[in-house]
Every structure is written in C-alpha cells, then in structure tokens.
C-alpha cells in the first residue's frame, strides 16, 4: 500500500507542494512559477519548474482547488511569525529555502491534528 493512500486530500496535497519545492533550483520568489529559464507562467503550465509556497501549493491541488490546503499554510505562516502575518506569499519571499520547507512541515502536521480530532477542512 503507497504512503500518500492513508493521507487526507489536504495532507496529499501539503506534501505533494513540499516535494516540488524540495530541491532548492524548483524555489523561487517573487513570481507563483517559472520555467527553468524563468519566464514566469501559470502554476498549471506544464511548463512549470519552479514555484514559491503559493504556486506549488497551486500546482499540487490541482486547478481551483488550492484554497482548502492553502489555509492551513496561513497558520503556519501565522505560527511562524508569532501571528504578525498569514500572507504565505509574502512569507515565501521573505523567507529562506529552509523556513518555507518548515512551514510545510507546520502546515502538514496541524492538518494532520485537525483531521485526528474531526475537524473538517
């Protein structure tokens, strides 16, 4: 049995976004997605390379459907910056590689907290 058939959409999804951004050269700042030469492009464009938090997230729930896992990057994003803001994008350029991997991290385990006490996405 794979890993990710036990997972909730919304954990699939924070750890599929974790994955594509995983190696440093697939993150960037500043634009949602690049290609690898860096023309900037939609988060869907199969062209797609590399992503901030917001794009990867984008990418990794599929078209229209990032909003659900995308809360819980604002509460990490919130934790992480001891509640002073819950803007992931903001917090993805303003951040290191190693901080926007932690706040997957964060994002992952309160959705996995929240799915083991029953609370709905």
Sequence with gaps: MNQTENMSPIVRTLTHAKALIKDKEHWIKD?????????????WDERA?????????????????????????????????LGEHSHVARFNDDSTHEEVLELFDIAIAWAIGAENIGMEY
């Design 49 to 81: 390379v590399r992503f901030c938090a917001v794009g990867a997230n984008r990418k990794a729930a599929g078209m229209n459907n990032s909003e659900a896992s995308r809360k819980y990057l604002a509460i990490a994003c919130r934790i992480m910056t």
């Design 31 to 43: 634009d949602f997605a690049t290609t690898f030469s860096g023309d900037a492009v939609s988060s």
